[in-house]
């Protein structure tokens, strides 16, 4: 059997219980215009998909603001500040909003980052906190609502649809960029089995939404063609659909009882 057709089964198990699975589209690293962004933009136009773009606001450029002006339907995300590593020396993992600095400084660069989404960009950003490496130290999530965030996106199965009060966390769950192997295509018959593995994973126990995680400036040939393939093949599935995140953030669903007090 192929991933297509355990996707089609995936979905089959969906309908059977008359619900309908929710996808949605994450893309980080935006700083500038570029031609892989125009590619991202134009692939967002033509396969009629909810984009979600994680800007970098420490370097994001005037020229991005007036390309972005004329894509009224992509939401704009923070990412981060300046996306730089502060992981001590010999640390394998990257972080920026980690431990290694006082969170006063951590909290203040997010704030400035924050002022300037909204200089360059207007009241488009979504107050959505997405840490550069899909990595942020616990002990800082419950100061996000604190200055003036409302969601977090990370990477992988959350924990709780609320981590705290006044926080809603909507992650990525699909990369198609294979890091740890020299940052090629994943593939696709790895994508398929962890999309499916999360939709699974959705019905039976957490109900998220399942994420698609692109990077316009790190994906090869294969990635750009199978992230077309999914957008043209999923939107003409049944039981499942693709929402914005502006759509999936501003729901209101039975989270408060799920936030630690």
């Not at 619900?19 to 500038?32: F, I, N, P, V």
């Not at 007036?66 to 339907?73: H, K, N, Y």
């Not at 909204?118 to 200055?147: D, S």
């Not at 063609?225 to 999923?234: A, Y």
């Amino acid at each position: 059997m192929s991933s297509w057709q355990a996707l089609d089964l995936e979905l089959e198990q969906w309908r059977a219980a008359g619900r309908t699975a929710e996808l949605w589209w994450r893309d980080d690293d935006a700083a500038d215009t570029s031609p892989e962004l125009d590619r991202l933009l134009a692939l967002h136009r033509e396969t009629a998909v909810p984009l979600a773009l994680a800007i970098v606001p420490a370097h994001a450029t005037a020229a991005l603001a007036v390309r972005l002006a004329t894509e009224p339907g992509v939401d704009l995300l923070q990412h981060g500040y300046a996306h730089v590593n502060h992981a001590a020396s010999g640390e394998g993992k990257k972080i920026e909003l980690g431990p290694h600095r006082p969170a006063m400084i951590v909290l203040g660069e997010l704030g400035t980052g924050w002022l300037a989404m909204e200089r360059l960009f207007g009241k488009r950003p979504l107050a959505v906190m997405v840490p550069p490496w899909n990595r942020i130290a616990p002990a800082l999530v419950p100061t996000l609502p604190e200055i003036g965030f409302a969601g977090l996106s990370t990477f992988g199965a959350r924990a709780r649809a609320q981590p705290v009060r006044g926080l809603r966390q909507i992650n990525t769950h699909v990369d198609l960029v294979d890091w740890k192997s020299g940052g090629g295509f994943t593939g696709e018959e790895a994508c398929l089995a962890v999309l499916v593995a999360s939709l699974s994973r959705s019905r039976t126990e957490s109900g998220e939404p399942v994420g698609i995680l692109s990077h316009h400036l790190a994906m090869d040939g294969g990635a750009w063609d199978f992230l077309r393939l999914l957008w043209e093949r999923t939107r003409a599935m049944s039981g499942m659909r693709v929402r914005s995140a502006r759509e999936l953030f501003a729901a209101k669903k039975a989270d408060e009882g799920e936030a630690r007090v």
